[in-house]
């Protein structure tokens, strides 16, 4: 099976702006979460998403959103981007809630924020 | 609230030492453990995780943790390091979502 694959895998911003990316789970994993890593404030989680639904939010500001389509596939939005938001998204697969099933890692989107 | 502390950001050994990583828990209910490591530029992958099957658990590459709740800890070890298991290693708990330890460094010297 292919693994979790993210899209892009490098992407510079400026202030201000709005960003996409993309995270395709493993097939037939319905459970998508995503997480993001700094070097000061480690591996914070964002939200996990489970048939389409928004299951569990982290304690992020409103500017940072999802969504998960029907084929399980999910998408982040960070919008009014701040330099602060330079991370590495990172995003997992499941096969069902975090709670209960192990998470896949894909590779992660490096976002640079200028 | 549900966390892991990892002691220790760094931690160097010598190519055929024991590797010890440390880290503790603070739960009032058994909880899903798990250990990932991270390599340069890459995702996290899975090591071990606990479920409260067995205390002592065996992992990849030659990993294993034992899950002590007398100290709420669960220690990775690995008998013989070596230079391939220079990375990030990740402690991480579940109760509701994932909780991860900020990270011990791990160095392997020739």
Redesign the interface.
Known sequence: KAG?TQTPRYLIKTRGQQVTLSCSPISGHRSV?W?QQTPGQ????LF?YFSETQR?K?NFPGRFSGRQFSNSRSEMNVSTLELGDSALY?C?SSLGY??SY???????TRLTVT | AQSVTQLGSHVSVSEGALVLLRCNYSSSVPP?L?W?VQYP??????LL?YTSAATLVKGINGFEAEFKKSETSFHLTKPSAHMSDAAEY?CAV??????????TRLTVKP
């Open positions: 979790v979460s997480y480690g591996l914070q989680f996990e569990n982290g990172l997992a975090t709670s192990e998470q896949y890692f894909g590779p992660g | 899903y798990f990932y530029n890459q995702g996290l992958q899975l995780k990740f579940i109760v509701g979502d994932m909780r991860f330890g900020a990270g």
